[in-house]
């Protein structure tokens, strides 16, 4: 049974050198892609680096005059700071100020328009049906005529010979060409086959506004007839106060740039009824990035009746519109009744855009619509100076550490000193990488928390170091004290690093701000130290243990058995014995 323990033993102790080449290989590779990506230097957070400072004052909702509240307020902040931070890392800090105002501070490097777009959309969203709609003055408005076919390619033709020809279907002239929808059905959805077959005339859907003696009609055509789409201004103002029981009016835009005015009835379905939402990569098709969304139980029902009644209509009543805060961001018409209860939302995305649009739909609508009531810039001067002087502070207390580690360890700070430097260099490319990958930004607290991740590092050292000395004590030799400490010594780094991570998950959790900068760099820091000792320290010192300098315990290696109060090893010793007589026996 011993041998094969001094076998493994004796193996343990031969392949330090794949552990050096494995943690050289990770800073190579890490250092290779830190420069490759353009982002050489760590992003810096709004107190080191400046930023924009965005007001946003609060308004009451159409018929809610009491809206805005502490409830609503603390509501609103939560949402943004999920919006904008994602990770919680970014830097981008959301607070409340006043009653009614929201000052978000957002760091230099951010654009600072969409981040405005995150923070300030309240993200309402509706699935309404389509009445009327127009682009360039032609009226698109249900006609008598059956729809060609319920394909997609059969209503693609369609468009193309109402646009050639005049007198062909006008509805088909009036449907939108931008962002398209794309419903993504389950594999047991079963298309109608009668839908194309009859008339909006037939459906009960509600006519156009043209002719209609009904003064709420009639305001409704006025506001249709009124409504240019190509001023921003009214555009903005399209759809202010109603209610999403009621029909109102709406703008969009194709993607020929034209902007498309739509006559829309009451909301069917409400962004309240999407479960989930995310930016995908469309590699089937020409697409690009679409948005997809998984509706509730609620939501897939109301989806389904929506789309089976639509399915019944024609051109443009068998459409409905995707209205985001007031305007058609899609117009995708429908052919059969979707029971799938998931939907995707496609066209000429950026993955800005869709990014954008998933991240407000995932995190919910505000509870409140917000107007910016100022955009300011940020200097860092009072940052820059007290990173200044965080820095000389964190310098003194590191020279300090390595001229104890010399004084007390002599040989073994070389080690030490080594381990610390793989340390900081891979504390700095991980935070220098995660910049662009999730929005880390280094602020103040965080430069405290690698800071302070220098005592938690060197007390790794140390308690090696002690378990080695501990056992040269006892009268061992080096190569085999190092084996023999590692275990120990293993097991109360993973305890202290465990704690101290625990520690900063809890306050990543619990809190906000830059305040979870700090914990993020304490918890990173953390894992590095756990890597850089089992990958670094211990097998430097194993390497180290079979040089002369140090096996030999010279007394500049801080290792010699006489200054630690080495023991000689205690042997059993038998005392001789007389000779026996056989005889006299």
């Not at 959309?121 to 729809?147: I, M």
């Not at 759809?239 to 829309?264: E, R």
């Amino acid at each position: 049974m011993a041998a094969p323990k001094k076998g493994r033993s004796a193996s343990a102790q031969s392949r330090p050198g794949r552990s050096l080449a494995l943690i050289l290989i990770a800073i190579v590779a890490l250092t290779g892609g830190m420069f490759l990506s353009g982002h050489s230097t760590p992003r810096l957070g709004i107190d080191l680096a400046g930023g924009t400072s965005i007001t946003l004052e609060a308004k009451n909702e159409p018929g809610q005059p009491n809206a805005i509240n502490k409830t609503n307020m603390n509501t609103a902040v939560d949402i943004m700071n999920r919006r904008v931070n994602g990770l919680g890392v970014s830097e981008a800090e959301v607070q409340t100020q006043g009653d009614r105002n929201i000052i978000v501070n957002i760091p230099k490097g951010t654009n600072s328009k969409e981040a405005l777009a995150q923070v300030g959309t309240t993200a309402k969203l509706y699935f309404r049906p389509v009445l009327v709609t127009e682009v360039s003055g032609k009226a698109a408005t249900a006609s008598p005529s059956p729809s060609a076919s319920s394909s997609d390619s059969s209503k693609d033709k369609a468009t193309d010979k109402a646009t050639s020809s005049s007198s062909a279907t006008p509805s088909a002239t009036a449907t939108s060409q931008g962002r398209a929808v794309t419903d993504a059905l389950k594999a047991d959805a079963t298309p109608s086959t009668s839908a194309s077959a009859k008339s909006s005339a037939s459906t009960g859907t509600t006519p156009a506004p043209s002719g209609s003696v009904d003064p709420a009609t009639a305001k409704l055509q006025a506001q249709y007839a009124a409504l240019d789409c190509t001023d921003k201004a009214v555009r903005a103002k399209a759809g202010d106060g109603v209610k999403a029981t009621d029909p109102t009016v709406a703008c969009g835009q194709n993607s020929s740039g034209q902007w498309q005015k739509y006559v829309l009835g009451p909301a069917e379905v409400s962004g309240t009824d999407i479960k989930s939402a995310a930016a995908v990569f469309d590699t089937q098709s020409a697409a690009g990035w679409k948005v997809t969304m998984d509706f509730t139980s609620g939501g897939s029902k109301k989806f389904a009746d929506i789309t089976g009644k639509l399915a019944k209509n024609q051109s443009p009543q068998n459409q409905f519109a995707i209205v985001l805060d007031g305007e058609v961001v899609s117009d995708p018409y429908v052919s059969q009744a979707l029971t799938g209860g998931n939907a995707e939302i496609s066209g000429s995305f950026t993955q800005t855009e869709s990014q954008a649009l998933a991240n407000m739909l995932k995190y919910g609508a505000l509870p409140l619509t917000f107007k910016p009531a100022s955009v300011t810039t940020v200097t860092a001067a009072l940052g820059g100076e007290q990173l200044h002087a965080g820095l000389i502070a964190g310098a003194i207390g590191l020279g300090l550490v390595i001229i104890y580690l010399v004084v007390y360890y002599r040989g073994l700070s070389i080690i030490a000193i080594a381990s610390l430097m793989v340390s900081a260099v891979l504390t700095y490319v991980l935070m220098a990488l995660l910049g662009p990958a999730i929005g880390f930004a280094l602020n103040l607290p965080a430069v405290c928390g690698a800071i302070v991740a220098i005592g938690i590092t060197a007390d790794s050292f140390i308690v090696f170091f002690e378990r080695i000395r501990d056992e040269i004590r006892e009268g061992r030799s080096l190569r085999p004290a190092v084996e023999r400490a590692w275990p120990r010594a293993r097991r109360t780094i993973l305890v202290s690093d465990f704690v101290s991570f625990l520690a900063a998950a809890v306050l990543f959790i619990v809190t906000v701000g830059k305040v979870q900068g700090f914990a993020f760099t304490l918890g990173l820091t953390t894992l590095l130290d756990v890597v850089v000792v089992f990958l670094f320290t211990k097998p430097l010192m194993t390497i180290l243990a079979r040089k002369k300098f140090y096996a030999s315990g010279h007394s500049w290696s801080g290792l010699d058995p006489k200054r630690l109060g080495a023991q000689p090893p205690l042997r059993r010793t038998r005392r001789a014995s007389a000779p026996v007589d056989t005889k006299e026996a």
